[in-house]
């Protein structure tokens, strides 16, 4: 019983570790978003050079994030630290 208590624990503990990446990619990718706009009101002739770097940007925050969910499943679902 106790065995399935940690578990829970442990797949709780990546759910929350989930989330709080998806808020923050969302925070950054927002914040990104708007201070390219922010720029681009100030000086509109940097935009055409400017967009595809917050593009990839943009794209690096997400896989930043997708990265840390696929590592968080490995030791959820295929956890090499229970021993049984």
Do not use: W
């Not at 914040?31 to 720029?39: D, P, S």
């Amino acid at each position: 019983m106790e065995h399935q208590t940690i578990i829970i624990n442990l797949l709780y503990l990546c759910a929350a570790v989930v989330c709080l990446g998806a808020t923050l990619a969302v925070a950054g990718v927002t914040t990104l978003g708007y201070r390219f706009i922010e720029a681009s009101m100030r000086q509109p002739e940097i935009m055409d050079g400017l967009l595809p770097k917050v593009l990839v940007i943009a794209g690096l925050i997400d896989a930043i994030y997708l990265i840390g969910v696929g590592v968080i499943m490995a030791f959820a679902f295929a956890n090499p630290f229970i021993v049984r």
